[in-house]
């Protein structure tokens, strides 16, 4: 069992930078890759970004290329999600989860994933 625990949402104006925090309970952690999926109203849940378990590699949606960063700190059990140069398009809820399979495409798709934290709001203003 996990559990996940977002931080770090808020609101900010266009460009500006949040740092989200998703720390896991467990000793575990890093037997899991981690990915970052947001969720806008009325739509549906899309993916962000994913971390391999050693932090070596990392995805991610070709609309945060570029801005966000994904990594993850297998001594904290944490995983990061940097996000630079912010649009009103990122307003969202944010959620981090745990995914056991070692296959990288899975990682895509919310179907997939094994664990999920609660949400982080964040907003960016025009």
């Known amino acids: 069992q996990v559990q996940l625990v977002e931080s770090g949402g808020g609101l900010v104006q266009a460009g500006g930078s949040l740092r989200l925090s998703c720390a896991a309970s467990g000793r575990t952690f890093s037997s899991y890759a981690m990915g970052w999926f947001r969720q806008a109203p009325g739509k549906e849940r899309e993916f962000v970004a994913a971390?391999?378990?050693?932090?070596?590699?990392?995805y991610y949606t070709d609309s945060v290329k570029g801005r966000f960063t994904i990594s993850r700190d297998n001594t904290k059990n944490t995983v990061y999600l940097q996000m630079n140069s912010l649009k009103p398009e990122d307003t969202a809820v944010y959620y981090c989860?745990?995914?056991?399979?070692?296959?990288?495409?899975?990682?895509?798709?919310?179907?997939?994933?094994?664990?999920w934290g609660q949400g982080t709001q964040v907003t960016v203003s025009s």
């Open positions: 989860a745990a995914v056991s399979t070692y296959y990288s495409a899975r990682y895509y798709y919310p179907n997939n994933y094994d664990y």
């Open positions: 971390v391999a378990r050693s932090g070596t590699t990392t």
